[in-house]
């Protein structure tokens, strides 16, 4: 039986199928009374934002939809979207989609009632107290993958169109005021999409995990979360229609971004100038970097992993959670190799020193390098 449940944190959280059904609801809730739904070029046409869009037409919330959103969102998407808020005197964001929906809509909604460029706000310092927080905007996230977690995140993704470089904008009031996890939305990802998006999920709680620092909430999140992408997302991506399974992996992906504020680390750091450059899926990315990342971290996280393994119900502590790994990749259909994600006469010294000033590596529980993230990337090149 599928699980369904209402949960306040780490905000307000409607968790079950059909509760779609909630949200104009849920824009009363959050004090919206003209919503732009926010959502990825790819779901434009789809039933599922069909559907949403008729509900919200429905209890007289208009169907307005602002769709130019790139798998990688950048500035430039950020800009338009803006525009369209503004143009639209909209006073909240239904941020619908996978992670590059979700990341846009909720920078659509911190932005609009800004006067400073959006790279005035990133992850550095204190810098998110430049923000007029009145000002930002109520947002509703509705995610339809199940892997980003970006539904429950304080932070976007964003990548500079110029320099082409992914940056964090963060700030508290881009937590969403209230979350819709409905797994029926997720019924429909093909199984390429299941597998990528489910093992972003994994490499967040692997990473948090990681983490050297001290977190132990997150700690125990990141484990349980780990046990449900390894019980569940084999049967998701076998049977789509597995509900049970595509709601539990919801919860993993909620679990993972909950406990990344423990840390990132190099999977992360390597992964997104890869993303950025070559336009790969950020999850598949993740995956193809774990196996490497894992061995490079060996020593300082073995000892951990052996607990972590012995719950998961591995044999062989760190390395047999190690073994584990890769053949997780392997049956889920990800490379071992970036050439088979397209990426072709990369750019390494760009990437090295794009990777070196990521905020991920501050969370990785060994000390990285030029050299330690330039070896890395040729293991899988």
């Known amino acids: 039986m599928s699980p369904n449940a209402t949960w306040s944190y ?5 968790f079950g199928a059909g509760r779609i059904a909630e949200i104009a609801e849920a ?15 790819g779901l434009t046409d789809m039933e599922i934002t069909r559907t949403t869009l008729d509900l919200l037409e429905g209890a007289g919330f208009g169907r307005a939809i602002f769709a130019e959103v790139d798998p990688n969102p950048t500035d430039t998407n950020a800009e338009a979207g803006v525009r369209a808020f503004r143009e639209g005197e909209h006073d909240g964001v239904v941020a619908f989609g996978g992670g590059s929906g979700l990341d846009l809509g909720k920078v659509v909604a911190f932005m609009a009632g800004q006067s400073r460029p959006i790279w005035d706000f990133e992850d550095i310092g204190d810098w998110w107290t430049r923000a007029d927080a009145d000002a930002i905007a109520p947002i509703i996230a509705v995610p339809t993958t199940a892997g980003t977690g970006s539904e429950v995140g304080r932070a976007s993704v964003i990548t500079n169109s110029e320099s082409h470089e992914k940056k964090i904008i963060f700030h508290p009031k881009i937590l969403p005021a209230i979350v819709i996890c409905d797994p029926e939305l997720t019924v429909g990802m093909p199984q390429k999409i299941t597998a990528g998006t489910g093992l972003d999920a994994f490499a967040h709680c692997v990473e948090a995990y990681s983490s050297p620092h001290y977190h132990p909430m997150s700690q125990g999140i990141a484990l349980e979360g780990m046990r449900l992408v390894k019980e569940n997302l084999p049967r998701a991506f076998a049977d789509g229609t597995d509900i049970e399974a595509r709601a539990n992996m919801m919860s993993a992906a909620a679990m993972g971004a909950v406990a990344f504020q423990k840390g990132l680390g190099a999977i992360h750091a390597l992964s997104h100038p890869v993303g950025a450059r070559h336009h790969t899926h950020h999850g598949t990315t993740n995956a193809v970097f774990m196996p490497p990342v894992l061995r490079f971290n060996e020593n300082a996280i073995a000892e951990r992993f052996d607990r972590a393994a012995a719950y998961l119900g591995i044999d062989g502590g760190f390395a047999g959670f190690r073994d584990f790994v890769d053949g997780f990749n392997a049956d889920l259909g990800i490379p071992a190799r970036l050439s088979d994600l397209g990426v072709e006469n990369p750019d390494l010294d760009a990437m090295v020193e794009d990777a070196m000033r990521d905020p991920s590596c501050g969370g990785n529980p060994v000390p990285l390098t030029p050299g330690a993230l330039r070896g890395i990337y040729e293991a899988v090149l």
Request: some cysteine; proline content about 10%.
């Open 10 to 14: 780490p905000t307000n959280v409607r």
């Open 27 to 41: 824009c009363v809730a959050a004090g919206i009374q003209n919503p732009l739904l926010v959502t990825d070029r």
